[in-house]
């Protein structure tokens, strides 16, 4: 299909390091399926495991593809940090908002901007990250303290759901803008 491979070239366009394109591609696939696999994980409102063999599976297999993802993530996260800095994805936490200034000049003006250091991409890259970190800690809490029987176990689960609409509207929002630069400059990739 000729807009398949017009993505396929824009997707290599933006991410010319192979390693980069498949950890993100397989961080994006993750999270996808975590948030599938979210709606088959049936728990009672005191924290246990629904009865039936399929509720069981599902939660394991939940727990299994979230530890997949919390090293995707730490990849991520390390290959941010070693070709980048954390200054360039949080550049507002240091006062240094000229190029996010100017992204969101382009944007009013109806222009998409370029992804560059200190700009609108990565500050949102950043933001998501943030919201994985997020995710991911309250996840490890509620296992640790289900493993353990805690009491408190299912109150860090809420926590964890309610965090994951952080990453859903992430994604929303992250690829929606990606489709929408894809299909703005569709035609340099034909």
Known sequence: MPILRSFWRYIVHYFPNVG????HTTLAGLIILQILNSNLVHMTHAGAVE???SNTIFLWLHIILGSLTIIA???MIIFMLTKQS???????LFGDNAVLKDDIKQIMKGKLPE????????IIQGLGI???????TA???????????????????EIHKSL????EAYLIGHGGMALLHFFVERKRFN
């Open 20 to 23: 980069l394109r498949h950890l």
């Open 51 to 53: 009865a039936g063999m």
């Open 73 to 75: 993530t730490i990849g």
């Open 86 to 92: 954390f200054r360039q994805f949080f550049p507002y």
């Open 115 to 122: 992804p560059r250091e200190k700009g609108l991409g990565n």
């Open 130 to 136: 943030g919201a994985l970190i997020l995710i991911e």
């Open 139 to 157: 996840a490890l809490v509620w296992l640790v303290l289900w493993l353990s029987h805690s009491p408190y176990a299912n109150d860090v689960r």
């Open 164 to 167: 994951t609409g952080l990453i």
